[in-house]
């Protein structure tokens, strides 16, 4: 497939706010689209290189190339260049980034230029987030969307599920279903004001801990042990307590979902971002065990002696769990049957204070007759938490002063914007501790795009979250409104920032009121 089509698309989709047009422009490209191109495609489309990232900023783009007359310059063309840019190192590296993009644009159309330069520079916007090109996959495919949903939920690919679509037609999914070894996207939560609100929602429910550790999936074959975080990352080989425990298990060719936590010398749960350290410790993995050590705690089964349990209500499924989980290595809950029961709600009520003084973030509330929706944030799950906080993406950062000089400090923050831009919603440089300020100095020059000397902008990718009093107009900013004292919870390295929040949940929030959709 020529570059230009996929370009022209992409305008196409960035000019019209119509999801209907945008699904059926998408539907049209890839009805164009040779199956091994489609994972290429949906991926330049949502502005993803992959390859990661391939050492490409604004220096080496400055230079003005002369454009191609004719369009020649096809898909596949364009990601050999990604891929020989992402090998580029050592002496001579930044000389060799600028041949290679230098023959990449002489070889494109002006259209084709622009679309590089918003693809190199993390700049595209069109709004073809994942769910809009799921739907112009069914439509080119003539696949229900609802299959080829839960095909993407169970598989974890969206790019995999469309080429084989595309190669052979709706009759591919049914290759794509829930298998021991294969992760999936896991579940995940709206939010609700308070235990009563929560309740009142979703009727006979049961009240969980919620931990702030790293969420994992926990896959065991026989012998064989593999673990999944949230964004399907394997870090099976970095969390051995975790395999040990999954061995232990009477079970076999089960799927649990759970956390990671690290519990201190009084048995208080240690902040997730030195649980986050140990994951990602550049230390042997017996020295960093040994400096924090983990362990698992689940809170869902999604599949038991080689049975799906997807579709299963929640308290069957936590029937299944107890079965496999002894008691002291499942997340601790209390059950309301029946919530018109005073005794009960209050006995809910009471269970989340005692959370919050046991030193967890909060709870979460799940519907008993609820299956377990992978990839979905439903309504069915809903978290409470004391404090209102938002995920949102760090757009720039302002150089430091005083004993924060030599350091990027007071972030720029965004939330996502209905057309895939991000809006700033405010700044903040408040609940940084020193290791956080050196981590994410470091991490920002990564994603540098643009440095005036005193504000450097990113490439919009970091995530962090963000705790906040509440909102207030302001003039200011593009939304008119910005963030009350706002402070960084932590980041979040494991979250992309299409699970950013959103302008409109922020908005839905009120002056004064949590968000209802974070």
Known sequence: MLLARLAEVSDQVAATSARSRKIAALADLFAATPPDEAPLVIAYLAGRLPQGRIGVGWSTLKESVPPAVEAT?????????????????????????????????AAATPPEQQFLLRLL????????????????????????????????????????????????????????????????HPMLAHSAKSVAEAIAALGPCAVEEKLDGIRVQVHRSGDDVRVYTRSLDDITDRLPEVSAVARALDGDRFILDGEVIALDAAGRPSPFQDIASRVGSRLDVATAAAALPVSPVFFDVLAADGSVLLDLPGRERHAELARLVPEPMRVRRTVVEDPSEPALTDAADAFFTDTLRRGHEGVLVKALDAPYSAGRRGRSWLKVKPVHTLDLVVLAAERGHGRRTGLLSNLHLGARAADGSFVMLGKTFKGLTDAMLRWQT?????????????????????????????????????????????????HRPDKRAAEADTVERVLESGPQGAPRDV
């Not at 260049?81 to 190192?89: D, E, S, W």
């Not at 979250?465 to 706002?486: M, V």
């Open 442 to 490: 470091e991490r920002l020059r990564e994603l540098a795009v643009e440095d005036d000397g005193f504000t450097v902008r990113v490439r919009p990718e970091l995530v962090v979250e963000i705790a906040y009093d509440g909102l207030q107009r302001s003039p200011r900013y593009p939304a008119g409104i910005t963030l009350r004292f706002a402070r960084v919870v932590r």
């Open 121 to 184: 520079t993390g700049e595209v916007r069109q709004g073809a987030l994942d769910a809009v090109a799921l739907e112009g996959v069914a439509l080119a495919t003539a696949a229900p969307a609802a299959d080829v949903r839960r095909a993407v939920m169970l598989d974890g690919s969206l790019p995999r599920v469309a080429q084989a679509l595309l190669a052979e037609g709706p009759a591919a999914l049914e290759r794509f279903r829930l298998r021991v070894g294969t992760p999936v």
């Open 73 to 105: 310059l096809t898909v596949s063309d364009t990601d050999a260049v990604m891929t020989a840019l992402a090998q580029v190192a050592g002496p001579g590296a930044q000389t060799e980034r600028q041949r290679l993009v230098g023959g990449l644009m």
